[in-house]
Nanobody, 126 residues
Framework: EVQLVESGGGLVQAGGSLRLSCAASGFTFHDYNIAWFRRAPGKEREGVSYISSSDGMTYYADSVKGRFTISSDDAKNTVYLQMNSLKPEDTAVYFC???????????????????WGQGTQVTVSS
């Protein structure tokens, strides 16, 4: 059974940092690419970042470039999202998801993902 479990969310003041984790099991980690999405209240789901399992290529939404960093620890089957300089507009539920699709120039849309985690809440206070 495929499982994706996010953790690391919480409440932080603007300018602060959080590191989200996505622990994966039930599939061959190296065969899939992993992305982080978020959904803020009243807004559509947004692709935040993506990492390719084959070559480590990464992609970011313009809104988080320079502040967020995605990384992968294959030994632990875990993907991380380091979030720095957080802003109130980063407040959302953050999800990790897996896809076989190899990104070319941008994060693949949510349609292409096969499995999703349950999400972790990130709240940034002003």
């Amino acid at each position: 059974e495929v499982q994706l479990v996010e953790s690391g969310g919480g409440l932080v003041q603007a300018g602060g940092s959080l590191r989200l984790s996505c622990a994966a099991s039930g599939f061959t980690f190296h065969d899939y690419n992993i992305a982080w999405f978020r959904r803020a209240p009243g807004k559509e789901r947004e692709g935040v970042s993506y990492i390719s399992s084959s070559d480590g290529m990464t992609y970011y939404a313009d809104s988080v470039k320079g502040r967020f960093t995605i990384s992968s620890d294959d030994a632990k089957n875990t993907v991380y999202l380091q979030m720095n300089s957080l802003k109130p507009e980063d407040t959302a539920v953050y999800f990790c998801a897996v896809t076989e699709i190899v990104a070319v120039s941008r994060i693949p849309s949510a349609y292409w993902y096969d499995y999703w985690g349950q999400g972790t809440q990130v709240t940034v206070s002003s």
